[in-house]
């Protein structure tokens, strides 16, 4: 059903697309733009926070045949239509003129058909135009219901079905889809309110969190992980065990000379959801022993002298000057 303020609002120009545009350059489109205005991608900023909301609105009713049809349809009346009630002090029939200006008024047939059309989007149930009963609008959507629920970090990661509770007590289960992000709402079509008018159910729509994890972090659909290595691992190589998000460790291999914040990459490890898979991202941390007994000390100094007199701090201090 379409909302009262389509006449207002230009879906085509808020994604940027013309009013022929295919299915698939909408979609890929849309992604373009969630992805540049998406809240995760800019936080604290409420101007983008703003944006994605009118692309996501604009997509939802552009990429629905049936809506886009109707939405096309009350768009092309909004630049004329006026209605208008008898005894306004114009002719009532002037307000019409403005809403059927728009079509052939060749023949009789071609009329009766352009009629069918307009109304076709309205109740005419009772009272039709002018009368004591006047415009009528069509059935309303039941409201939408609201929820919330907190996820573990492996939940939304890898999905679930789980159980919540509805504001009658009742309980209904929610598909949490793999690669759900924290903020991230899932709407339940027709699961919400029953309309007062007849129309269509309202949703439920579900705002997720989500729990941090101790160990890994999220980054588009790549996990990214924190390795600690020895400074002799580090310097001479050595071959590794890395965690995973519920599976068993990955072998990855420290090439000699490995400096501290290098990021190794396991393929395929990370967020396996709709959009793709990710992969795993191992960040190299230099762990310096805080303890030092006298061998390990006297060997350390031995190394010290032999070491390569260079200074790395060098170029950081020439640019600083």
């Given amino acids: 059903m379409a909302s009262n303020d389509w006449f207002e609002k230009d879906f085509y120009k808020t994604l940027g697309v013309s009013k022929d545009v295919s299915e698939a350059d909408l979609k890929k489109t849309y992604r373009k733009l969630a992805r540049k205005y998406h809240p995760d991608s800019n936080p604290g900023d409420s101007a983008a926070e703003a944006k994605f909301k009118e692309i996501s609105e604009a997509y939802t009713v552009l990429s629905d045949k049936t809506q886009r049809e109707e939405y096309d349809q009350i768009r092309a009346m909004g630049s004329g239509a006026r209605f208008q009630a008898p005894g306004g002090g114009s002719s009532a029939g002037g307000g019409f003129e403005d809403v059927f200006s728009m079509f052939n008024r060749g023949g009789r047939g071609q009329q009766q058909a352009d009629f069918d059309d307009i109304f076709s989007m309205f109740n005419r149930g009772g009272g039709g135009f002018g009368g004591q009963a006047g415009f009528r609008p069509g ?9 919330r629920t907190t996820l573990d970090f492996a939940t939304a990661v890898k999905g679930d079905t789980i159980t919540l509770q509805g504001e ?5 289960k929610v598909k949490i889809p793999a690669g759900v992000q924290d903020g991230q709402k899932i709407r339940l079509r027709g699961r919400g309110r029953p309309s007062s008018s007849g129309g269509e159910n309202g949703d439920i729509v579900v705002s997720v969190s989500v729990r941090k994890h101790p160990v890994f972090t999220r ?9 600690p290595v020895t400074f002799t691992e580090a310097a001479l190589g050595a071959t590794i065990e890395v965690p995973t998000l519920g599976g068993d460790p990955v072998k ?11 990021v190794l990459r396991v393929k395929g490890r990370g967020v396996e959801s709709a959009k793709g898979t990710g992969d795993l991202l191992a960040e190299v941390q230099i762990v310096v022993p805080s303890h030092l007994d006298a061998a390990a000390k006297e060997a350390l100094e031995k190394f010290a002298e032999a070491e390569p007199k260079e200074n790395p701090r060098a170029d950081l201090l020439a640019k600083a000057r």
């Fill in 139 to 147: 059935p309303q959507k039941g409201a939408d219901v609201t929820a």
């Fill in 168 to 172: 009658d007590g009742k309980p209904f």
């Fill in 219 to 227: 980054d588009g659909l790549n996990l990214r992980v924190t390795v």
């Fill in 252 to 262: 990855l291999k420290v090439a000699a000379g490995t400096p501290s914040g290098r």
